[in-house]
């Protein structure tokens, strides 16, 4: 079955430096690549997603890159604010199949 | 839209009492997810339905969990009897096609 290995497990940078999330996958069927957002006492919340048929997808001062071939995708912050301080989950998914997430990367937007 | 409606917010029980956490999904979606939280163990999904029928349980810890979905606006999951080590955040998810989304959760603390 599907494994997503999520790198590193804790991120700390600076206010207004960039921060970058890794993750990588095993199936290769899988097609679609969300991340997730969750704060203190919330639910994870959707805050990107990328589809295999795409190699970079951009909302505002968030992106993420898909490496098909080595299996990699990776979420890019930028200009890092302290409301972006939360655990990031990556994941991936085959259609009409569950989700698999990786461990999470507590991410500490220092002041 | 609501989003996805958990209840209770907060249960606090002692060992070996019934619990059980409902769930209504997003009006629409197709498939419904039960996910436990820890700390040591991260985000686990216990089982999935797709359009009101179990798919893959193979997340239930054990006997003691067991899942309902009666109609497409409502599940429930059910520990009895709860044991200490069930203590946990309990979330559920609905999904349409791909992407999924999560409700706030229920926190469960078994004394």
């Known amino acids: 079955g599907e494994n997503v290995e999520q790198h590193p497990s804790t991120l700390s940078v600076q206010e207004g430096d960039s921060a970058v999330i890794k993750c990588t996958y095993s199936?290769?069927?899988?097609?679609?690549f969300p991340w997730y957002k969750q704060e203190l006492g919330k639910g994870p919340q959707l805050i990107i997603d990328?589809?295999?048929?795409?190699g970079e997808k951009k909302d505002q001062r968030i992106a993420v890159t898909l490496n098909k071939t080595a299996k990699h995708f990776s979420l890019h912050i930028t200009e890092t604010q302290p409301e972006d301080s939360a655990v990031y989950f990556c994941?991936?998914?085959?259609?009409?199949?569950?989700?698999?997430f990786g461990k999470g990367t507590r991410l500490h937007i220092l002041p | 839209d609501a989003g996805v409606i958990q209840s209770p917010r907060h249960e606090v029980t002692e060992m070996g009492q019934e619990v059980t956490l409902r769930c209504k999904p997003i009006?629409?979606?197709?498939?419904l997810f039960w996910y436990r939280q820890t700390m040591m163990r991260g985000l686990e999904l216990l089982i999935y339905?797709?359009?009101?029928?179990?798919?893959?349980d193979s997340g239930m810890p054990e006997d003691r969990f067991s899942a309902k979905m009666p109609n497409a606006s409502f599940s429930t999951l059910k520990i009895q009897p709860s044991e200490p080590r069930d203590s946990a955040v309990y979330f559920c998810?609905?999904?349409?096609?791909?992407?999924?989304?999560f409700g706030p959760g229920t926190r469960l603390t078994v004394l």
């Open positions: 994941a991936a998914s085959k259609r009409d199949d569950k989700i698999i």
């Open positions: 339905f797709n359009n009101n029928v179990p798919i893959d």
């Open positions: 998810a609905s999904t349409l096609g791909n992407e999924q989304f």
């Open positions: 009006s629409g979606h197709n498939s």
């Open positions: 199936d290769s069927a899988s097609n679609y």
């Open positions: 990328i589809r295999s048929n795409v």
